[in-house]
């Protein structure tokens, strides 16, 4: 059985900083792409960043300049480490990975999910 399970959500401060990881058991994802998502309440589930297998990356123009996904291969498949965090960043923070090597933004291609970890920022 597949599971993807992040960590490292919390309640920060705005301009605060925190890192979510993504672990992963039942397969490898060092091939393949993945992501992260986020759901605010009342909203629809939203790109944040993606990670293609080689390591090129793509973010959500709302944190551009802020956010930055990384993967280790040999620890947690990915992270992402946010700072200058907003109010408007307060969601629901999912961790995705899919069967592809390049990077799809549409959440339909992303085959595994994690659980979540919530993230707030007050202001």
């Known amino acids: 059985q597949v599971q993807l399970v992040e960590s490292g959500g919390g309640l920060v401060q705005a301009g605060g900083s925190l890192r979510l990881s993504c672990a992963a058991s039942g397969r490898t994802f060092s091939g393949y792409a993945m992501g992260w998502f986020r759901q605010a309440p009342g909203k629809q589930r939203e790109l944040v960043a993606t990670?293609?297998?080689?390591?090129?990356?793509n973010y959500a123009d709302s944190v551009k300049g802020r956010f930055t996904i990384s993967r280790d291969n040999a620890k947690n498949p990915i992270d992402l480490q946010m700072n200058n965090l907003k109010p408007e960043d307060t969601a629901v923070y999912y961790c995705a990975g899919s069967t592809l090597y390049y990077a799809p933004t549409s959440l339909r291609m992303y085959n595994y999910w994690g659980q979540g970890t919530q993230v707030t920022v007050s202001s």
């Open positions: 990670i293609t297998s080689g390591g090129s990356t």
